[in-house]
């Protein structure tokens, strides 16, 4: 039986499409974005903000810096020149990210949980989550969907979503976002609505789970198509490549 | 001319308390070996710098090393958060400057080029407001164009798979910042897994990372990124990254497993003999050196 | 994704008049293939950029193909001046804007870097008097740091030793500006020594220069940089740089060797042909294409 | 018998010391520093503007951009690179230039001669060179000495020299002129002086031949040793690994 994880992972899986480039942030969009390439989108671009550009890994990679990543890839920069040349550029057609937190806006948080001078949880910090926030084409956001999550604001803004009242005027900026019971959008005031729900799932669920009243953007709830064969064998092919004790 | 030394004269030689140091490596060549010699010898109040502060500097702020960490991502690759390094910036024990990576190797190129400030493209965002960006204006569009201060190291310390007698470095595998970290020192030490002789490396100029004259001093290190990875040589021993993850949660935990590993071994061929040869058999790689030109 | 056509198509679908285009190359790797091309076509009004000008643009420039000349160097390497370009400026019949290698590469970083200056350590002369410089306040140091604009070519123009079918740039050799001057283009489109299948020079991406979804088009010109060189591939025709120097001094000479190496043959195929295969064999270097690993 | 060409070159391969980084200009300075290499430095380290590190050519380059300097060179750089983080940040010890007119103060001109804006001979223009003669540690010009070249003020300063009055604070700048005639250096005003005085030339053809009185810094004006057997070989033998046709 697929986990609302499972479910996640692939619903992130079919947003991207053959042939686009990827930005790839660590934890689930990792996994997510080298299960697209394994499925629908074999000419995915798998970009790594650690400098690989065209990413072939053999296994699931454990981390941005895996030497998986390095093995096959077309090109591994310097970090700078992958920031400077290709991603403020406008080179990354989709920012593929995770986060802490996530508002009405799309403002992402990867820093801090309570106040930045006395935190009560410190985070990983930015990394390269700002800049791929604002300089990919667009940006998908995967997140497990748990109300300390979705606060109405974020405790930190690591990453901008959309300006206040309106989407950002060049496309940029959050386009959708994938969490454990659904798939949301952006209206054009830049604000987070409900797109469909995960099987199971309901908008009341949603509601209960998010700080503030989320709108729906749609009136066919219904995610299609269901979890299909192909997709649960590539899910549990991709996580067997890892070996014993790095299963996630 | 690099002078080559034993890494214990190499860290009492060059690393000095109070100082900024970058102990550079992405992922893998993380410089363990020099780092903990560093705690070894009880340097204390350095600022740490790397874009990518894990294990190592999670291990040297658990002993008390590190008055402020220069920084863009704090985190366990693929395990989690720092625990030290959290339970350090929860309850104040430590300073942080933190960037965007877009920023923090921008920082290193000005540091490497011998200016000032850098010019960057970046939105404004709640670091910037705990650390306001300073700007200049562009003459020719008169446009504000965001810049970050120069970074740079008082000595920076990375660790390679091979250095010749000459001091020459060459790695390969993912480059992270490591070359810009390495031109923006002031001083740059390096610890090397072999040091081959003068020359003999030189057909392999695509993985030169900068030549001898820019080299301080060189100490040899085999095993001196493990439990990082060293690409083409040995794998990441992920199992201690999911210890250390438990470990650190504990301030007595930590005490023990630094007292022994790190502070109960005379140096670093006292950890590997510890270790034991046999413990990284396992984690070599199929083809060992004969990978250099491929990674 | 990356056009593969043929090298008239592909000068004729990219390089218009009154654009700004960078045929790159330094000293090896200069696009006369596609350079003699741009004069078959009969494309003016040009403005013409590389830190060195050599032969190729003083051809280009006595057949009447540039408007302007941007540039830090314009010689002919190991034999002299610029015949061509000499008169063009001593006779006011052409427009230069004029660098020094510092700086004119400190403009294509900036265009790479999608900034519209950058900051250079420079001292003033009699080049910042005819065309001052334009200065930033640090906002750390509150020191003056000397700036350059950006250059972003409409089209930058590279030859490669090898490229893929996927549009994929590799070569090896003197790098020089090439790279930078790629990756500032608004338009990058390139000639290759020999295109072979997508991804088999994947084990190769040291020499990898951008990758392909930068590159607009690519067409195939074997010898694409006689006279100059390709690193790994064929020496310099040295007789050919030492011809030009008399002939150009001369303007009916000139549009006689115009005539009849550019002009009077149909496309680069018809060069070559005329030319002779003999003629290249004494040029090819001892080893050939196994050579790309070592240089 | 060796002409005073030979002997510029063999004067100004003999300041060149063991072990010393230089940056090797176009010309006489490229085939003095290649003899130098071949002499008493081995250790010399050869580099080019062309991004070229520790060259150790086979034959005398015909160019700064030749593929021997490539084949057995310790890197070859982007020229930014060689540039920016070697060059201005002062790892050359010594850069080693030829001009077409250099001036009382060490001003070099390699772009034009007569006006910028109407020129009466447009040579090549700066290339490194303004960076060279500013940033090296030291600089070591070498040029055939003629009235025209010397004049009391270039018609455009390519490289700065010393300010007026002045010798650079930091060492920097014009240290020893290499000419058919003399070896020169710079009074403590910035001022070229001669040092000594190539055998067979006198003060006297000094005087004529530069466009300024030009003072002697020394009352020792012979020149020592005479060229040793050795320097003559090494210069004919580096002479005979240019092809006929490339003969400089």
């Known amino acids: ?18 042939g686009e480039r990827v930005l790839v942030g660590v934890g689930v969009p990792n996994i997510a974005a080298n299960l697209a390439k394994r499925l629908h989108a074999p000419g995915l671009v798998l970009v790594y903000e650690s400098g690989v550009i065209d990413a072939r890994p053999e296994k699931l990679p454990l981390s941005i810096g895996d030497g998986t990543l390095v093995e096959d890839a077309l090109a591994v920069l310097p970090m700078y020149e992958l920031f400077s040349h290709y991603l403020v550029r406008g080179w990354i057609d989709v920012g593929f990210l995770g986060a802490a937190q996530i508002d009405a806006s799309g403002n992402l948080n990867s820093t801090v949980l309570g106040p930045y001078e ?10 390269g989550a700002a800049e791929i926030a604002t300089y990919a084409k667009r940006t998908i956001i995967v997140m497990e969907h748990d109300r300390n999550r979705f606060p109405a604001k974020v405790d930190f803004i690591t990453s901008p979503g959309h300006p206040p009242g309106a989407r950002r005027p060049d496309g940029r900026g959050p386009w959708r976002v994938v969490t454990s019971l659904g798939l949301f959008g952006f209206d054009e005031h830049g604000r987070m609505g409900v797109l469909a729900l995960l099987p199971g799932h309901s908008y009341e669920e949603v509601l209960d789970m998010t700080g503030w009243r989320i709108p729906c953007l749609t009136d066919e709830f219904h995610y299609s198509p269901p979890i299909q064969p192909e997709e649960e064998a590539a899910l549990a092919a991709l996580r067997s490549t890892l070996t014993i004790g790095d299963q996630k | 001319m690099t002078q080559r030394m034993a890494l214990s004269e190499l860290i009492s030689s060059y690393i000095r308390a109070e100082s900024t140091v970058y102990l550079a490596g992405f992922s893998h060549l993380i410089p363990f070996a020099a780092g903990h010699e560093i705690i070894r010898h009880g340097i204390k109040h350095l600022t740490l710098c790397r874009s990518t502060p894990d294990l190592l500097y999670d291990q040297m702020i658990a002993a008390g090393v590190a008055a402020k960490v220069v920084f863009s991502y704090a985190g366990n690759p693929g395990v989690g958060l720092l625990p030290a390094f959290r339970r350090a910036v929860e309850t104040g024990g430590i300073v942080i400057e933190e960037y965007t990576h877009a920023e923090m190797v921008a920082r290193l190129e000005a540091g490497a080029a011998g200016l000032p400030f850098w010019p960057v493209r970046a939105e404004d965002n709640d670091l910037t407001v705990q650390r306001p960006r300073a700007s200049v204006v562009c003459p020719y569009s008169g446009t504000q164009i965001p810049v970050v201060p120069a970074l740079n190291p008082d000595v ?66 085999p095993y001196g990124a493990h439990p990082s990875y060293a690409a083409g040589l040995y794998e990441r021993d992920t199992v201690l990254y999911q210890e250390w993850n438990r470990i650190a949660r504990d301030t007595a935990q930590c005490n023990k497993w630094l007292d022994e590993w790190v502070r109960g071994v005379p140096d670093h061929a006292g950890y590997l003999a510890k270790r034991g040869v046999r413990y990284f058999e396992r984690l070599a790689l199929k083809g060992g050196h004969d990978r250099a030109n491929e990674s």
């Open chain 2, 156 to 221: 920076t310390l990375i660790h390679v798979q091979r250095a010749d007698e000459a001091g020459n470095l060459y790695m390969w595998g993912l480059p992270g910042e490591i070359k810009e970290a390495a031109l923006a020192a002031r001083t740059l030490v390096a610890t090397a897994e072999e040091i081959v002789p003068a020359d003999s490396a030189r057909t392999d100029r695509e993985h030169l990372i900068v030549p001898g004259f820019r080299v301080a001093a060189v100490a040899h290190a």
């Open chain 1, 118 to 127: 006395s935190p009560r949880v410190r985070l990983a910090g930015s990394g």
């Open chain 1, 1 to 18: 039986m697929p986990t609302s994880r499972d479910w996640m992972i692939i619903a992130a899986a079919r947003l991207l499409q053959d």
